[in-house]
């Protein structure tokens, strides 16, 4: 069974505008890692969270991570056409162990 | 940064046929790997856990003898799809933990391009 479950499954928004992904997930985690997939690709990591840390920042990424309500939040600033792709959140007990994928959100960036 | 080769990136067969999927740590060893199974416009479903030199970690509900995965080497695991049925078709997509983020106890993964598997 999937973790994670993601919010909103698909999203629509102009070129330039923020974008938002929300991802809930079950059990206790040792990190939470964000993915995105190109149609009909594989997956390339974005961010990476532990789960002693609130906020990250990464380029036009930024990563929230609230461990007491399980739950995990994706931005994309200033939001380009090339965002546009499938973003999943993943969460693991560290070191070699299974990564498990949310449901994902299909981001679609108008120009 | 670390790269994953998966071969082929599109395979048709018929019915009744076995398919063998290739997934290559370019420039890394790779002791572990992970083969995911993903639906149209679906998640990713762990379907088992490579180990090199020993047997495969199935998750539940997989069929081991119907998904024969093979990591006789640190650069190279196989998933071979056996007598292949129209409901195998699927994109399947292989994964290897990056070794340098695995010292530092996060398991980030690099991902193949991924094979779709047509069976008519």
């Known amino acids: 069974s999937q973790q994670g479950e993601e919010d909103p499954q698909a999203l629509s928004i102009q070129e330039g505008e923020n974008a938002t992904m929300n991802c809930s997930y079950k059990?206790?985690?040792?990190?939470l890692q964000w993915y995105r997939q190109n149609s009909g690709r594989g997956l390339v990591h974005l961010i990476l969270i532990r789960s002693n840390e609130r906020e990250k920042h990464s380029g036009r990424l930024r990563v929230t991570l609230d461990t007491s309500k399980k739950s995990s939040s994706l931005l994309i600033t200033a939001s380009r056409a090339a965002d546009t792709a499938s973003y999943f959140c993943a969460t693991s007990k560290g070191g070699y162990q299974k990564v498990t994928f949310g449901t994902g959100t299909k981001l679609q960036v108008i120009p | 940064g670390a790269v994953v080769s998966q071969h082929p990136s599109r395979v048709i067969c018929k019915s009744g046929t076995s398919v063998k999927i290739e997934c290559r740590s370019l420039d890394f060893q790779a002791t572990t790997m992970f083969w995911y199974r993903q639906f149209p416009k679906k998640s990713l479903m762990l379907m088992a856990t490579?180990?090199?030199?020993?047997?495969?970690?199935?998750e539940q509900g997989v069929e081991k003898d119907k998904f024969l995965i093979n990591h006789a080497s640190l650069t190279l695991s196989t998933l071979t799809v056996t007598s292949a049925h129209p409901e195998d078709s699927s994109f399947y997509i292989c994964?290897?933990?990056?070794?340098?983020?695995?010292?530092?106890?996060?398991?980030?993964?690099?991902f193949g391009a991924g094979s779709r598997l047509t069976v008519l």
């Open positions: 994964s290897a933990s990056d070794p340098g983020q695995g010292r530092s106890g996060a398991n980030v993964l690099t």
């Open positions: 490579s180990n090199e030199g020993s047997k495969a970690t199935y």
């Open positions: 059990t206790s985690i040792n990190n």
